[in-house]
Protein backbone atom coordinates (compact mmCIF):
# COMPACT_ATOMS: atom_id res chain seq x y z
CA UNK A 1 0.00 0.00 0.00
CA UNK A 2 1.44 3.06 -0.66
CA UNK A 3 1.56 5.53 2.59
CA UNK A 4 -0.84 8.46 2.01
CA UNK A 5 0.89 11.33 3.59
CA UNK A 6 3.54 10.48 0.68
CA UNK A 7 0.33 10.57 -1.88
CA UNK A 8 -0.57 13.85 -0.39
CA UNK A 9 2.58 15.13 -0.52
CA UNK A 10 3.25 14.45 -4.12
CA UNK A 11 -0.04 15.92 -4.72
CA UNK A 12 0.96 19.17 -3.50
CA UNK A 13 4.05 18.79 -5.34
CA UNK A 14 1.82 18.28 -8.48
CA UNK A 15 -0.58 20.94 -7.39
CA UNK A 16 2.64 23.88 -7.36
CA UNK A 17 3.09 23.01 -11.46
CA UNK A 18 1.60 24.92 -14.18
CA UNK A 19 1.74 21.93 -16.26
CA UNK A 20 0.04 19.70 -13.76
CA UNK A 21 -2.48 17.86 -15.24
CA UNK A 22 -4.61 17.76 -11.26
CA UNK A 23 -6.38 20.99 -11.17
CA UNK A 24 -4.59 23.42 -8.66
CA UNK A 25 -5.55 25.02 -5.29
CA UNK A 26 -8.55 27.33 -5.75
CA UNK A 27 -9.37 26.21 -9.65
CA UNK A 28 -12.25 24.10 -9.81
CA UNK A 29 -15.05 26.93 -9.48
CA UNK A 30 -13.03 29.12 -11.70
CA UNK A 31 -13.21 26.07 -14.46
CA UNK A 32 -16.81 25.68 -14.68
CA UNK A 33 -17.01 28.38 -16.82
CA UNK A 34 -14.89 26.37 -19.52
CA UNK A 35 -16.64 23.02 -19.71
CA UNK A 36 -19.18 22.14 -22.19
CA UNK A 37 -22.50 20.80 -21.23
CA UNK A 38 -23.67 19.16 -24.38
CA UNK A 39 -22.19 16.21 -26.29
CA UNK A 40 -21.18 18.58 -29.17
CA UNK A 41 -19.45 20.70 -27.06
CA UNK A 42 -17.47 18.26 -26.10
CA UNK A 43 -14.18 18.70 -28.05
CA UNK A 44 -12.49 15.55 -29.86
CA UNK A 45 -12.45 11.78 -28.89
CA UNK A 46 -15.15 11.12 -31.65
CA UNK A 47 -14.99 7.36 -31.34
CA UNK A 48 -15.75 7.90 -27.80
CA UNK A 49 -18.81 10.27 -28.42
CA UNK A 50 -20.08 8.32 -31.38
CA UNK A 51 -20.41 5.46 -28.55
CA UNK A 52 -21.35 7.48 -25.59
CA UNK A 53 -24.27 9.14 -28.75
CA UNK A 54 -25.40 5.80 -29.31
CA UNK A 55 -26.07 4.46 -26.02
CA UNK A 56 -27.79 7.77 -24.81
CA UNK A 57 -29.96 7.94 -28.12
CA UNK A 58 -31.17 4.08 -27.16
CA UNK A 59 -31.82 4.22 -23.47
CA UNK A 60 -33.94 7.91 -24.00
CA UNK A 61 -35.79 6.02 -27.12
CA UNK A 62 -36.34 2.45 -24.66
CA UNK A 63 -37.24 5.01 -21.84
CA UNK A 64 -35.37 3.76 -19.42
CA UNK A 65 -31.90 4.78 -17.50
CA UNK A 66 -28.85 3.58 -19.28
CA UNK A 67 -26.31 1.07 -17.92
CA UNK A 68 -23.79 1.94 -15.76
CA UNK A 69 -20.72 3.71 -17.51
CA UNK A 70 -17.06 3.73 -16.49
CA UNK A 71 -14.67 6.62 -17.42
CA UNK A 72 -11.39 5.82 -17.47
CA UNK A 73 -7.70 8.10 -17.97
CA UNK A 74 -5.49 10.27 -16.85
CA UNK A 75 -6.51 13.05 -15.39
CA UNK A 76 -7.61 16.17 -16.60
CA UNK A 77 -9.26 14.77 -19.80
CA UNK A 78 -12.74 15.36 -19.09
CA UNK A 79 -13.98 12.71 -17.38
CA UNK A 80 -16.22 14.89 -15.06
CA UNK A 81 -16.93 16.62 -17.74
CA UNK A 82 -18.57 13.75 -19.59
CA UNK A 83 -20.59 12.97 -16.57
CA UNK A 84 -21.84 15.74 -16.25
CA UNK A 85 -22.81 15.83 -19.99
CA UNK A 86 -24.41 12.46 -19.58
CA UNK A 87 -26.99 13.74 -17.05
CA UNK A 88 -27.70 16.79 -18.69
CA UNK A 89 -28.42 14.93 -22.49
CA UNK A 90 -30.59 12.65 -20.16
CA UNK A 91 -32.12 15.42 -18.15
CA UNK A 92 -31.76 14.09 -14.86
CA UNK A 93 -29.90 15.16 -12.04
CA UNK A 94 -26.38 14.07 -10.81
CA UNK A 95 -25.19 12.89 -7.49
CA UNK A 96 -21.36 14.12 -6.90
CA UNK A 97 -19.13 11.73 -5.05
CA UNK A 98 -15.81 10.10 -4.50
CA UNK A 99 -14.10 7.16 -3.27
CA UNK A 100 -12.24 8.60 -0.82
CA UNK A 101 -14.93 10.64 -0.01
CA UNK A 102 -16.50 7.52 1.54
CA UNK A 103 -15.09 5.91 4.24
CA UNK A 104 -17.58 3.42 5.40
CA UNK A 105 -20.04 1.20 3.02
CA UNK A 106 -23.03 2.93 5.83
CA UNK A 107 -21.92 6.31 3.87
CA UNK A 108 -22.80 5.20 0.00
CA UNK A 109 -25.81 2.63 1.46
CA UNK A 110 -27.05 5.87 2.99
CA UNK A 111 -25.98 7.76 -0.47
CA UNK A 112 -27.81 4.84 -2.43
CA UNK A 113 -30.95 4.70 -0.46
CA UNK A 114 -31.88 8.46 -1.57
CA UNK A 115 -31.36 8.21 -4.92
CA UNK A 116 -34.11 9.30 -6.85
CA UNK A 117 -35.62 7.02 -9.83
CA UNK A 118 -33.29 7.57 -13.23
CA UNK A 119 -30.78 9.92 -11.48
CA UNK A 120 -27.12 9.90 -12.16
CA UNK A 121 -24.52 8.86 -9.51
CA UNK A 122 -21.20 10.42 -10.33
CA UNK A 123 -18.25 8.57 -7.96
CA UNK A 124 -14.90 10.07 -8.90
CA UNK A 125 -11.72 7.79 -7.91
CA UNK A 126 -13.71 5.02 -7.95
CA UNK A 127 -10.39 2.93 -7.51
CA UNK A 128 -10.48 4.12 -3.97
CA UNK A 129 -13.94 2.68 -2.48
CA UNK A 130 -13.37 0.94 0.40
CA UNK A 131 -13.45 -2.62 0.23
CA UNK A 132 -16.84 -3.00 2.00
CA UNK A 133 -18.21 -0.17 -0.29
CA UNK A 134 -17.15 -1.31 -3.06
CA UNK A 135 -19.17 -4.88 -2.28
CA UNK A 136 -22.34 -2.71 -1.36
CA UNK A 137 -21.61 -1.31 -4.76
CA UNK A 138 -21.82 -4.60 -6.91
CA UNK A 139 -25.05 -5.72 -5.58
CA UNK A 140 -26.92 -2.00 -5.76
CA UNK A 141 -25.83 -2.04 -9.37
CA UNK A 142 -26.66 -5.37 -10.09
CA UNK A 143 -29.80 -5.83 -8.35
CA UNK A 144 -30.71 -2.31 -7.57
CA UNK A 145 -30.79 -3.48 -3.71
CA UNK A 146 -28.64 -2.17 -0.41
CA UNK A 147 -29.00 -4.53 2.74
CA UNK A 148 -29.43 -1.89 5.50
CA UNK A 149 -27.89 -2.73 8.58
CA UNK A 150 -30.34 -2.51 11.39
CA UNK A 151 -29.77 -2.91 15.57
CA UNK A 152 -26.37 -3.41 16.79
CA UNK A 153 -24.19 -6.70 17.94
CA UNK A 154 -25.21 -10.07 17.57
CA UNK A 155 -29.20 -9.17 17.32
CA UNK A 156 -28.77 -7.01 14.22
CA UNK A 157 -29.97 -8.00 11.06
CA UNK A 158 -29.88 -6.71 7.46
CA UNK A 159 -33.18 -5.27 5.66
CA UNK A 160 -32.84 -5.51 1.79
CA UNK A 161 -33.78 -2.12 0.55
CA UNK A 162 -35.24 -1.95 -3.14
CA UNK A 163 -33.99 0.65 -4.97
CA UNK A 164 -35.21 2.82 -8.12
CA UNK A 165 -33.16 2.30 -11.65
CA UNK A 166 -30.12 4.74 -11.94
CA UNK A 167 -27.35 4.96 -13.54
CA UNK A 168 -23.65 4.61 -12.01
CA UNK A 169 -20.85 6.77 -13.44
CA UNK A 170 -17.68 5.90 -12.55
CA UNK A 171 -14.31 8.09 -13.20
CA UNK A 172 -10.75 6.24 -12.31
CA UNK A 173 -6.92 7.16 -13.43
CA UNK A 174 -6.40 3.78 -12.26
CA UNK A 175 -8.38 1.24 -14.65
CA UNK A 176 -6.15 -1.80 -13.35
CA UNK A 177 -7.18 -1.38 -9.37
CA UNK A 178 -10.39 -1.80 -10.07
CA UNK A 179 -11.38 -5.33 -8.84
CA UNK A 180 -12.90 -6.77 -11.90
CA UNK A 181 -15.96 -7.78 -10.67
CA UNK A 182 -16.93 -4.28 -10.19
CA UNK A 183 -15.46 -3.46 -14.00
CA UNK A 184 -17.71 -5.65 -15.30
CA UNK A 185 -21.08 -3.94 -13.56
CA UNK A 186 -20.47 -1.31 -16.26
CA UNK A 187 -22.55 -1.57 -19.82
CA UNK A 188 -20.26 1.01 -21.20
CA UNK A 189 -16.86 1.85 -20.68
CA UNK A 190 -15.17 4.54 -22.07
CA UNK A 191 -11.09 5.03 -22.40
CA UNK A 192 -10.09 8.61 -23.10
CA UNK A 193 -6.65 9.40 -24.15
CA UNK A 194 -4.69 12.37 -24.26
CA UNK A 195 -5.75 14.55 -27.28
CA UNK A 196 -3.93 15.54 -30.32
CA UNK A 197 -2.64 19.09 -31.46
CA UNK A 198 -5.27 19.88 -33.60
CA UNK A 199 -8.03 18.93 -30.93
CA UNK A 200 -6.37 21.28 -28.37
CA UNK A 201 -6.16 24.13 -30.66
CA UNK A 202 -9.67 23.32 -31.07
CA UNK A 203 -10.24 23.33 -27.22
CA UNK A 204 -8.44 26.41 -26.48
CA UNK A 205 -10.10 28.54 -29.19
CA UNK A 206 -13.42 27.52 -27.66
CA UNK A 207 -12.44 28.16 -24.42
CA UNK A 208 -10.64 32.00 -25.43
CA UNK A 209 -14.16 32.43 -27.16
CA UNK A 210 -15.65 31.96 -23.70
CA UNK A 211 -13.36 34.19 -21.39
CA UNK A 212 -13.84 36.96 -24.57
CA UNK A 213 -10.11 36.51 -25.49
CA UNK A 214 -9.39 37.74 -28.87
CA UNK A 215 -6.57 34.80 -30.61
CA UNK A 216 -4.80 35.66 -33.43
CA UNK A 217 -4.05 33.46 -36.17
CA UNK A 218 -1.44 30.48 -34.17
CA UNK A 219 -1.52 31.16 -30.65
CA UNK A 220 -4.08 28.81 -30.45
CA UNK A 221 -0.80 25.93 -31.73
CA UNK A 222 1.20 27.70 -29.55
CA UNK A 223 -0.70 27.40 -26.49
CA UNK A 224 -1.59 23.39 -27.85
CA UNK A 225 1.43 22.26 -28.22
CA UNK A 226 2.60 23.38 -24.88
CA UNK A 227 -0.26 21.49 -22.84
CA UNK A 228 0.60 17.96 -22.70
CA UNK A 229 -2.46 16.64 -24.57
CA UNK A 230 -4.35 17.59 -21.49
CA UNK A 231 -7.20 20.11 -21.79
CA UNK A 232 -6.67 21.21 -17.91
CA UNK A 233 -3.57 22.43 -19.20
CA UNK A 234 -4.35 23.75 -22.10
CA UNK A 235 -6.91 25.80 -20.44
CA UNK A 236 -5.12 27.15 -17.53
CA UNK A 237 -2.39 28.15 -19.56
CA UNK A 238 -4.64 30.07 -21.81
CA UNK A 239 -5.85 31.63 -18.16
CA UNK A 240 -2.20 32.43 -17.98
CA UNK A 241 -2.09 34.28 -21.39
CA UNK A 242 -4.68 35.90 -20.50
CA UNK A 243 -3.35 37.47 -17.71
CA UNK A 244 -0.43 38.54 -19.98
CA UNK A 245 -2.89 40.14 -22.48
CA UNK A 246 -4.76 41.85 -19.50
CA UNK A 247 -1.30 43.41 -18.07
CA UNK A 248 -0.09 44.47 -21.65
CA UNK A 249 -3.27 46.07 -22.65
CA UNK A 250 -3.37 43.96 -25.40
CA UNK A 251 -7.08 43.85 -27.89
CA UNK A 252 -6.18 40.29 -29.31
CA UNK A 253 -3.13 37.82 -28.27
CA UNK A 254 -0.37 36.86 -30.93
CA UNK A 255 1.67 33.64 -31.14
CA UNK A 256 4.81 35.83 -30.15
CA UNK A 257 3.16 36.80 -26.65
CA UNK A 258 2.03 32.88 -25.66
CA UNK A 259 5.48 32.16 -26.19
CA UNK A 260 6.55 34.96 -24.34
CA UNK A 261 4.08 34.73 -21.36
CA UNK A 262 4.56 31.12 -21.12
CA UNK A 263 8.34 31.43 -21.13
CA UNK A 264 8.03 33.30 -18.07
CA UNK A 265 6.46 30.49 -16.45
CA UNK A 266 9.59 28.69 -18.24
CA UNK A 267 6.99 26.27 -19.84
CA UNK A 268 8.60 25.31 -23.50
CA UNK A 269 7.85 24.47 -26.90
CA UNK A 270 7.11 20.55 -26.10
CA UNK A 271 5.20 21.59 -22.30
CA UNK A 272 8.38 20.81 -20.23
CA UNK A 273 8.93 22.82 -17.00
CA UNK A 274 11.84 23.70 -15.29
CA UNK A 275 11.61 20.16 -13.38
CA UNK A 276 11.61 18.11 -16.36
CA UNK A 277 14.25 20.02 -18.45
CA UNK A 278 16.25 19.41 -15.03
CA UNK A 279 15.76 15.86 -15.06
CA UNK A 280 17.13 15.32 -18.62
CA UNK A 281 19.81 17.77 -18.05
CA UNK A 282 20.99 15.90 -15.13
CA UNK A 283 20.66 12.80 -17.16
CA UNK A 284 22.54 14.34 -20.31
CA UNK A 285 25.08 16.29 -18.37
CA UNK A 286 26.31 14.51 -15.41
CA UNK A 287 25.37 10.46 -16.41
CA UNK A 288 26.59 10.57 -19.90
CA UNK A 289 22.83 10.24 -20.91
CA UNK A 290 22.32 7.06 -18.53
CA UNK A 291 21.41 4.82 -17.19
CA UNK A 292 21.20 6.51 -14.10
CA UNK A 293 19.15 5.25 -11.05
CA UNK A 294 16.15 6.70 -10.18
CA UNK A 295 17.74 7.98 -6.57
CA UNK A 296 21.23 9.34 -7.92
CA UNK A 297 18.81 11.10 -10.73
CA UNK A 298 16.37 13.04 -7.85
CA UNK A 299 19.40 13.61 -5.77
CA UNK A 300 21.05 15.57 -8.72
CA UNK A 301 17.99 17.68 -9.18
CA UNK A 302 17.29 17.95 -5.76
CA UNK A 303 13.64 16.26 -5.68
CA UNK A 304 12.32 13.02 -3.81
CA UNK A 305 12.81 10.26 -6.04
CA UNK A 306 9.01 9.66 -6.17
CA UNK A 307 8.39 13.37 -7.35
CA UNK A 308 10.65 12.52 -10.45
CA UNK A 309 8.94 9.21 -11.08
CA UNK A 310 5.34 10.29 -10.52
CA UNK A 311 5.56 13.79 -11.61
CA UNK A 312 8.04 14.10 -14.33
CA UNK A 313 8.61 10.72 -15.98
CA UNK A 314 5.05 9.56 -17.26
CA UNK A 315 5.15 12.74 -19.64
CA UNK A 316 9.07 12.42 -20.51
CA UNK A 317 8.70 8.80 -21.47
CA UNK A 318 5.52 9.25 -23.18
CA UNK A 319 6.77 11.66 -25.12
CA UNK A 320 10.04 9.94 -25.50
CA UNK A 321 12.05 11.88 -24.08
CA UNK A 322 13.26 9.08 -21.55
CA UNK A 323 13.21 5.59 -21.48
CA UNK A 324 13.32 3.15 -17.95
CA UNK A 325 15.37 -0.10 -18.55
CA UNK A 326 16.38 -2.40 -15.80
CA UNK A 327 19.96 -0.59 -15.14
CA UNK A 328 18.10 2.85 -14.72
CA UNK A 329 17.21 5.87 -16.71
CA UNK A 330 17.97 6.91 -19.97
CA UNK A 331 17.55 10.35 -22.20
CA UNK A 332 16.94 8.95 -25.59
CA UNK A 333 18.22 11.08 -29.07
CA UNK A 334 15.07 13.79 -28.91
CA UNK A 335 16.09 14.46 -25.10
CA UNK A 336 19.62 15.63 -26.42
CA UNK A 337 18.58 17.52 -29.21
CA UNK A 338 16.06 18.85 -27.49
CA UNK A 339 18.53 20.28 -24.98
CA UNK A 340 20.30 21.86 -28.42
CA UNK A 341 22.86 18.48 -28.13
CA UNK A 342 24.53 16.07 -29.96
CA UNK A 343 24.27 12.65 -28.66
CA UNK A 344 27.90 12.49 -27.59
CA UNK A 345 30.08 9.36 -28.04
CA UNK A 346 31.73 8.18 -25.64
CA UNK A 347 35.86 8.09 -25.87
CA UNK A 348 36.36 4.47 -25.69
CA UNK A 349 34.01 4.50 -28.52
CA UNK A 350 31.76 3.04 -27.21
CA UNK A 351 28.69 4.74 -28.19
CA UNK A 352 26.77 4.43 -24.92
CA UNK A 353 23.24 3.81 -24.34
CA UNK A 354 21.90 6.19 -26.79
CA UNK A 355 23.67 4.96 -29.54
CA UNK A 356 22.67 1.28 -28.38
CA UNK A 357 19.25 2.30 -28.43
CA UNK A 358 18.85 4.43 -31.71
N1 LIG B 1 -13.19 17.27 -24.58
C1 LIG B 1 -13.26 18.44 -23.95
N2 LIG B 1 -13.79 19.52 -24.54
C2 LIG B 1 -13.81 20.71 -23.89
N3 LIG B 1 -13.33 20.92 -22.65
C3 LIG B 1 -12.79 19.88 -22.02
C4 LIG B 1 -12.73 18.59 -22.61
N4 LIG B 1 -12.14 17.75 -21.76
C5 LIG B 1 -11.83 18.46 -20.67
N5 LIG B 1 -12.21 19.75 -20.81
C6 LIG B 1 -11.96 20.84 -19.87
O1 LIG B 1 -10.85 20.46 -19.06
C7 LIG B 1 -11.15 20.60 -17.69
C8 LIG B 1 -10.75 19.32 -17.01
O2 LIG B 1 -11.66 18.31 -17.36
P1 LIG B 1 -12.28 17.30 -16.27
O3 LIG B 1 -13.53 16.76 -16.84
O4 LIG B 1 -12.39 17.98 -14.96
O5 LIG B 1 -11.13 16.20 -16.27
P2 LIG B 1 -10.98 14.88 -15.39
O6 LIG B 1 -12.24 14.71 -14.62
O7 LIG B 1 -10.74 13.79 -16.39
O8 LIG B 1 -9.77 15.11 -14.53
C9 LIG B 1 -12.65 20.88 -17.60
O9 LIG B 1 -12.87 22.05 -16.88
C10 LIG B 1 -13.13 21.12 -18.99
O10 LIG B 1 -13.42 22.49 -19.13
MG1 LIG C 1 -12.43 14.81 -12.55
Redesign the pocket.
Known sequence: MTDPTQTNKHADEESLRMVSAQPIAGEPVS?EE???HVLDG????PRLKAQLQLFLDAARKREVPPDHILLA?P???????LAMIVANELGVPIRVTSGPAIQHAGDLASILSSLDAGEVLFIDEIHRLPRAAEELLYIAMEDFRVDVMVGKGPGASSIPLTLPRFTVIG?TTREGMLPSPLRARFGFTAH?DFYPHEELEK?VT?SASVLGLPLDDGSAHELAVRSRGT??IA?RLLRRVRDWAVVHDLASVGPADVREALALYQIDTEGLDRLDIAVLDAIVRSFDGGPVGLNNLAAMVGEESETVETVCEPYLVREGFLVRTPKGRVATRKAWEHLGLEPRERADGDQGTVGKLF
Open positions: DLRPFIGQGPGLGKTTALLRPRN
